[in-house]
Structures are given as structure tokens and as C-alpha cells.
């Protein structure tokens, strides 16, 4: 695939519904209807000399597209996907077959980006009538031209664990309150039989079960389409993280 095009304001529905699978951590991988996978933020462990993070390696998967919100290990292994994809790591607008990516630049959170200038790309994603919006490891006091970028949401995948290795509990509801989604999925916590503790992340567990109406995903992908979507906001939890 080659990469996608700059964009413009409009593009089309599908009825069929978008896939969204789920890899752990903070990577997820979208399958359109026209067949166009795009994963983001696929994870590798650190230097030897670091603790290690996650327990398996990030699967050999395929996809077309590769977004890589900031070049962190646990973000950029895009070396292991398969396929020949075109990878996006770099703030801009773009179009593929059937939906639209934009790259907007704003600041890691925390100090943990120091070594390449706290830079963080959120991604919003348009497929098949839906907005999602990954933010991640963004910082959670978004500037006014960062959320005039980001526009309409239905989906949000943000930072979650009780560590506040990223965002503390507040600020994950403040950023939930200012975008206003239907759908939250948390994302970047200690998933048992991938993350390693030594990682120091933990659970989203008390923050999940402290939230209003919470979805259970027994498997580890969902196809969402617009009359998929909740009426009221729901957090929406995968039980299940995809080994291929």
C-alpha cells in the first residue's frame, strides 16, 4: 500500500462496520470494509539493561498501514509487522480507501519523552462512519487547536492503570469529559500473561469498576458501526488480548 494521500472534510459510510482487534498494551489494528488493516502502536520489549515489559512478543501480524503515536519501545516495533506496510509517524492529515487518519502533534505525558522532544501523536481514525481516537501517551491538558484537531469522537482509547504511570484517575476522566465519547477503552495497563510486573504498571481494574456502565469483550476484536455504538457513554473492556 502506498501511503495515503493528504485528505479533505468529507468521506463515505459503510454499514458494515469496522473490525477492531485488540493486541494488548496500546495496540490495536483496524480492519475496513474494503479490507485495509491499519495498526497502531505495536510494542517490543527494552534494552537487555532495562526491565523488561511484556511477557511474549508482539505477533507477527500483517497490515497495510502502521501509525506510531511517538518512538517509544513500547510503540514502534513496526519492524515486526508484516506485509510491507506504510507506516505514519509524523504529524498530518491523510486518506486510504474508505477512511481517514490524522496525525496531530501534541506533548508526551509526564517526562518520559525528553529524549525526542516530548513529542505525541494523536491519532484520529474515521472508518465507516465512526471517529476513533487514540491518544497514546499523550499529556491530559489538551491546548484548544490540539482538541479543534482531534473533532468529534464516538471511540476513545486512552491510558489507564492504577500505577498513573501516564494520566492519574482525574486526569483520564477530565480528558473522557472534554472529548466526550460514547466508547472508552482503556489501554496501556498490566494485562496478566502479557505484561510483566516488572514493568511497574498495574491494572485498570478499580478504575473500570468505579465507571458507570462497563461492556465486557469476551474476545479480543469487535466490529463497530455506528448503530453498534451505545446511546449513553459506555466503557467498553476487552477480556482477551489477539496472539496473532
Given at each position: 500500500?502506498?501511503?495515503?494521500?493528504?485528505?479533505?472534510?468529507?468521506?463515505?459510510?459503510?454499514?458494515?462496520?469496522?473490525?477492531?482487534?485488540?493486541?494488548?498494551?496500546?495496540?490495536?489494528?483496524?480492519?475496513?470494509?474494503?479490507?485495509?488493516?491499519?495498526?497502531?502502536?505495536?510494542?517490543?520489549?527494552?534494552?537487555?539493561?532495562?526491565?523488561?515489559?511484556?511477557?511474549?512478543?508482539?505477533?507477527?501480524?500483517?497490515?497495510?498501514?502502521?501509525?506510531?503515536?511517538?518512538?517509544?519501545?513500547?510503540?514502534?516495533?513496526?519492524?515486526?509487522?508484516?506485509?510491507?506496510?506504510?507506516?505514519?509517524?509524523?504529524?498530518?492529515?491523510?486518506?486510504?480507501?474508505?477512511?481517514?487518519?490524522?496525525?496531530?502533534?501534541?506533548?508526551?505525558?509526564?517526562?518520559?519523552?525528553?529524549?525526542?522532544?516530548?513529542?505525541?501523536?494523536?491519532?484520529t481514525v474515521r472508518v465507516a462512519g465512526v471517529g476513533f481516537c487514540h491518544l497514546g501517551d499523550n499529556r491530559a491538558d489538551l491546548p484548544v487547536e490540539v482538541r479543534g484537531r482531534i473533532g468529534s469522537v464516538d471511540v476513545l482509547m486512552v491510558?489507564?492503570?492504577?500505577?498513573?504511570?501516564?494520566?492519574?484517575?482525574?486526569?483520564?476522566?477530565?480528558?473522557?469529559?472534554?472529548?466526550?465519547?460514547?466508547?472508552?477503552?482503556?489501554?496501556?495497563?498490566?494485562?496478566?500473561?502479557?505484561?510483566?510486573?516488572?514493568?511497574?504498571?498495574?491494572?485498570?481494574?478499580?478504575?473500570?469498576?468505579?465507571?458507570?456502565?462497563?461492556?465486557?469483550?469476551?474476545?479480543?476484536?469487535?466490529?463497530?458501526?455506528?448503530?453498534?455504538?451505545?446511546?449513553?457513554?459506555?466503557?467498553?473492556?476487552?477480556?482477551?488480548?489477539?496472539?496473532?
Amino acid at each position: 500500500m502506498s501511503p495515503p494521500t493528504g485528505i479533505g472534510s468529507t468521506m463515505s459510510m459503510d454499514s458494515r462496520g469496522v473490525a477492531l482487534r485488540y493486541y494488548g498494551h496500546s495496540a490495536f489494528r483496524w480492519a475496513t470494509p474494503q479490507g485495509t488493516r491499519v495498526l497502531i502502536d505495536p510494542f517490543r520489549n527494552p534494552p537487555a539493561d532495562r526491565p523488561r515489559w511484556f511477557l511474549r512478543e508482539f505477533p507477527r501480524v500483517k497490515a497495510d498501514l502502521v501509525l506510531v503515536s511517538h518512538p517509544h519501545f513500547d510503540h514502534d516495533a513496526f519492524e515486526r509487522v508484516l506485509g510491507g506496510p506504510s507506516i505514519i509517524k509524523t504529524p498530518g492529515m491523510f486518506r486510504g480507501e474508505g477512511f481517514t487518519v490524522d496525525a496531530v502533534p501534541d506533548r508526551h505525558a509526564r517526562e518520559y519523552g525528553r529524549p525526542f522532544n516530548h513529542l505525541n501523536l494523536v491519532f484520529t481514525v474515521r472508518v465507516a462512519g465512526v471517529g476513533f481516537c487514540h491518544l497514546g501517551d499523550n499529556r491530559a491538558d489538551l491546548p484548544v487547536e490540539v482538541r479543534g484537531r482531534i473533532g468529534s469522537v464516538d471511540v476513545l482509547m486512552v491510558p489507564v492503570d492504577a500505577s498513573h504511570h501516564l494520566l492519574t484517575f482525574r486526569e483520564v476522566d477530565a480528558i473522557v469529559e472534554l472529548l466526550n465519547p460514547r466508547v472508552v477503552i482503556p489501554m496501556h495497563y498490566l494485562i496478566p500473561g502479557l505484561t510483566d510486573p516488572d514493568s511497574t504498571l498495574e491494572t485498570a481494574a478499580s478504575w473500570i469498576e468505579s465507571r458507570g456502565t462497563v461492556r465486557r469483550i469476551a474476545g479480543e476484536e469487535i466490529t463497530v458501526s455506528p448503530d453498534a455504538l451505545p446511546e449513553s457513554r459506555e466503557v467498553w473492556f476487552f477480556e482477551r488480548f489477539a496472539r496473532e
